[in-house]
């Protein structure tokens, strides 16, 4: 592995991340920034490739550093302006009793990452599409390769997003002939920054319990060093409504516009997310119809909210797959040619629950964590009664989630249930565990503990 190459790279999505964070002047706790950073500034730089393609420049290491170099310095200009405006928050170091938690999720951590290094992409979705141009790109120096010259027909993969394409060619260029560490970053980052946000609302005991028991999800973890699409889209999506959820608590427009960028990042991940942020839009025109905005505004938002994803909708569809895949790919034949027929759509909603979630199947695939949020809402439901803000956000994400996927399967009959609904439902864990963050059953439970705590110190001083 090209050490030098490895760190290069994480301190080019690092600037770029921060870049684009100061751009949308979001403030938050150092942890949090750090890791925010780092997962925007690992999707910003996946275009690098892409953009030596457009401009007609052969794809070598040399070019490739050249394109990174230019991306970040332009991305992490922010950076420069407004310097001493920019404040961490006090950093919180770990309590005695959360270590033993931190050993654990840093071992799990390093065994991902150790087979995102050592073994090679195996997943069919990537060894047929993203890997293989990829590794093509990289003999060839040019994303337009003799790959197509095979007979591809029995697969749609090559398709798909350039995400995943440009990241391996960036990796295999400058750090490992494998790639793929770039999977690493976002979950590593990823971890820490919901332990932050867990530790935020909770006793560091069940912060840490309720952190394990999410890093344990069966597949969850599995894809964390198994490269596909869904995990990444997963991340990005979570971030969109995390920071919706930060606009609907402190009515900040950069919370908002973040926001709507970071939709636009899963979107030029998976392009069907785009479906996904639609169904966001009743929730914000509800937001602004209950804060009285001006009815012009408020369509404004609602465009611009939904433009930007579109955005990357075009750029992956009509940039990407027009111009470097030299093979006819029609959207409309894709969609359903029954659409008065709901049936389909019915008929997923009910295996999604029955074959998914609630079977043994599930219970392999998702372990118990479902369950307990089912549990922990159905307690808050009859003992508290009430829900705040960020409660009703992450679980309006949640139906989006539920309710969107099965309405994708029935537009598009290619997603099928066993692999892309699957994967989808990812969506659904950390929405789950943004509400558990913020459960009161939780949030008074956490209070009791701490004030146990704090009596039994008291008395231990006297």
């Known amino acids: 592995?090209?050490?030098?190459?490895?760190?290069?790279?994480?301190?080019?999505?690092?600037?770029?991340?921060?870049?684009?964070?100061?751009?949308?002047?979001?403030?938050?706790?150092?942890?949090?920034?750090?890791?925010?950073?780092?997962?925007?500034?690992?999707?910003?730089?996946?275009?690098?490739?892409?953009?030596?393609?457009l401009a007609g420049i052969p794809i070598n290491q040399l070019s490739v550093i050249l394109a990174i170099t230019i991306l970040t310095s332009v991305t992490g200009f922010p950076l420069l302006?407004?310097?001493?405006?920019?404040?961490?928050?006090?950093?919180?170091w770990p309590?005695?009793?959360?270590?033993?938690?931190?050993?654990?999720?840093?071992?799990?951590?390093?065994?991902?990452?150790?087979?995102?290094?050592?073994?090679?992409?195996?997943?069919?979705?990537?060894?047929?599409?993203?890997?293989?141009?990829a590794e093509y790109a990289v003999r060839e120096h040019t994303m337009i390769s003799s790959v197509f010259n095979i007979d591809l027909h029995m697969t749609n993969n090559y398709f798909k997003s350039p995400f995943i394409t440009g990241l391996q060619i960036i990796y295999k260029l400058l750090v490992c002939p494998f790639g793929q560490i770039w999977l690493s970053l976002l979950y590593i980052s990823f971890i820490i920054w919901l332990y932050t946000i867990a530790r935020e609302k909770l006793h560091p005991v069940l912060a840490g319990l309720l952190m394990l028991f999410f890093i344990t999800v069966p597949d969850l973890y599995a894809y964390s060093f198994l490269m596909l699409y869904d995990f990444?889209?997963?991340?990005?999506?979570?971030?969109?409504?995390?920071?919706?959820?930060?606009?609907?608590?402190?009515?900040?427009?950069?919370?908002?516009?973040?926001?709507?960028?970071?939709?636009?990042?899963?979107?030029?991940?998976r392009n069907e997310t785009l479906i996904l942020v639609c169904l966001v839009l009743p929730l914000l025109a509800l937001y602004f119809y209950?804060?009285?905005?001006?009815?012009?505004?408020?369509?404004?938002?609602?465009?611009?909210?939904?433009?930007?994803?579109?955005?990357?909708?075009f750029?992956?569809?009509?940039?990407?797959?027009?111009?470097?895949?030299?093979?006819?790919?029609?959207?409309?034949?894709?969609?359903?040619?029954?659409?008065s027929d709901f049936s389909p759509f019915l008929v997923r909603l009910m295996d999604i629950n029955s074959e998914l979630i609630f079977s043994k199947f599930g219970m392999g695939s998702y372990g118990y964590f479902i369950y307990f949020f089912c549990g922990l809402l159905l307690l808050d439901l009859l003992w508290k009664r009430r829900f705040h803000k960020e409660t009703i956000v992450s679980l309006y994400g949640v139906l989006v989630v539920y309710f969107?996927?099965?309405?994708?399967?029935?537009?598009?009959?290619?997603?099928?249930?066993?692999?892309?609904?699957?994967?989808?439902?990812?969506?659904?864990?950390?929405?789950?565990?943004?509400?558990?963050?913020?459960?009161?059953?939780?949030?008074?439970?956490?209070?009791?503990?701490?004030?146990?705590?704090?009596?039994?110190?008291?008395?231990?001083?006297?």
């Open 290 to 313: 209950r804060q009285k905005l001006n009815f012009a505004r408020s369509i404004r938002l609602l465009f611009l909210f939904f433009g930007v994803p579109a955005v990357f909708y």
């Open 315 to 339: 750029i992956c569809l009509f940039v990407f797959v027009k111009n470097f895949v030299p093979v006819h790919f029609d959207v409309g034949s894709q969609l359903n040619s029954h659409l």
């Open 81 to 92: 302006k407004n310097t001493r405006r920019f404040r961490f928050h006090k950093f919180l």
């Open 232 to 269: 990444s889209n997963m991340i990005l999506f979570f971030c969109g409504f995390y920071f919706i959820n930060k606009y609907f608590i402190n009515n900040e427009l950069n919370n908002f516009l973040f926001s709507s960028f970071l939709f636009g990042l899963a979107t030029y991940i």
């Open 404 to 462: 969107g996927l099965p309405f994708l399967g029935y537009l598009l009959p290619l997603v099928d249930l066993m692999n892309t609904t699957k994967r989808g439902l990812f969506k659904l864990l950390p929405l789950m565990f943004l509400y558990i963050c913020n459960s009161g059953t939780l949030i008074q439970l956490s209070a009791i503990i701490k004030k146990w705590e704090a009596k039994t110190v008291n008395k231990n001083i006297v």
């Open 95 to 133: 309590e005695i009793y959360e270590w033993p938690f931190i050993a654990i999720f840093t071992m799990l951590l390093f065994i991902s990452a150790w087979r995102c290094f050592y073994y090679p992409p195996t997943p069919y979705d990537m060894i047929t599409g993203p890997e293989l141009l």
């Open 1 to 53: 592995m090209n050490v030098t190459g490895l760190i290069f790279v994480i301190v080019a999505h690092f600037i770029s991340g921060s870049g684009i964070i100061r751009l949308f002047k979001i403030n938050l706790p150092v942890t949090a920034t750090l890791c925010i950073s780092m997962i925007t500034g690992v999707v910003v730089l996946s275009i690098a490739p892409c953009l030596l393609q």
